[in-house]
């Protein structure tokens, strides 16, 4: 197994001084900078009576502010430059990661297709397609900072990678238990769907290659072929019916809840773990 101690690519140590210390003082810190100000924007917006004038423009807009508090806290705490969200590759990773996240997602279906439990069955209302892709635009976003840019990066200068993974993965199944339609395969999957992310970062070091992926994963099953994501109501263009047994189906969860998913989704974490090995971006435990 490849680890390293230290890698251009990697962000600096952790502050030495004072309680910033600390690594949960510093997950406590990133936590506040970007939670705080979506919060407000989603609160404010949520008041505006007219619903047409807050129809795109908030998760945007609270996707911006993440990202700004994510910046401002690496720069006032961590005192660096924000690599994993700069840098002139970040296009094409967001762009790998696009591909990443459609394949995946269209592998389960074509399964599903080819077995008999998916079938095609017309056209929605293709003005479906803004509204879910602001959406999830702001939920990839955020999610990837919070989980792999806070939630994994931190604790894994502690822990080293392996333990951070799996940490990671917990965590990420936990925040999903209070959605519609959880089941343990589910729960599991989405565990999984974690380690992906994660091993997405690690691959590169960097945040746009999960991103993209996350988006991707989300905006075809919710903008396109409305399918539950991660319990969350179908609303798509495309109009279809999954039939058969839920641990197929994944039932009201979606696509997460699918033992297909979890195949399929495996095979993804370990080619992107492959890579990152061969990259030398795995951190021994100090």
């Not at 989603?42 to 129809?55: E, F, H, N, T, W």
């Not at 911006?64 to 994510?70: D, K, Q, S, T």
């Not at 993965?169 to 925040?175: D, T």
Request: glycine residues 10%; contains cysteine; charged residues 10%.
């Amino acid at each position: 197994m490849n680890t390293i101690t230290a890698s251009p690519t990697l962000s600096p140590a952790a502050p030495s001084h004072g309680l910033t210390r600390f690594t949960l003082v510093r997950i406590l810190l990133a936590l506040l900078a970007v939670c705080v100000p979506v919060a407000l924007v989603l609160v404010l917006s949520s008041q505006i009576p007219d619903k047409s004038m807050r129809a795109y423009w908030p998760p945007l807009l609270a996707g911006l502010v993440a990202y700004g508090g994510y910046t401002l806290y690496v720069r006032r705490i961590e005192r660096r430059v924000l690599s994993e969200l700069r840098g002139p590759a970040g296009m094409r990773e967001l762009g790998a990661g696009l591909a990443v996240g459609a394949a995946t997602f269209l592998a389960v279906v074509g399964v599903l297709a080819a077995s008999g439990s998916y079938g095609f069955t017309g056209l929605g209302d293709w003005t479906i397609l803004a509204k879910s892709f602001t959406e999830m635009v702001f939920v990839a976003l955020v999610e990837e900072i919070l989980f792999r840019g806070v939630l994994f990066r931190l604790p894994e200068r502690s822990l080293g990678s392996w333990w951070a993974l799996s940490l990671s993965a917990v965590i990420f199944a936990l925040a999903h238990l209070p959605n519609a339609g959880i089941t343990l395969l589910a729960v599991l999957n989405t565990a999984l769907a974690g380690l992906m992310f994660a091993a997405a970062y690690l691959a590169t070091r960097r945040l746009w290659l999960p991103v993209g992926a996350h988006f991707a994963w989300n905006f075809i099953s919710d903008g396109v072929f409305s399918l539950p994501t991660s319990g969350s109501p179908a609303r798509g263009m495309l109009q279809g019916q999954l039939t058969g047994p839920e641990w197929l189906t994944g039932g009201a969860y979606g696509l997460e809840g699918s033992a297909i998913t979890f195949i399929v989704m495996g095979l993804a974490t370990a080619v992107l773990l492959r890579r990152a090995l061969r990259a030398g971006h795995i951190l021994p435990r100090p």
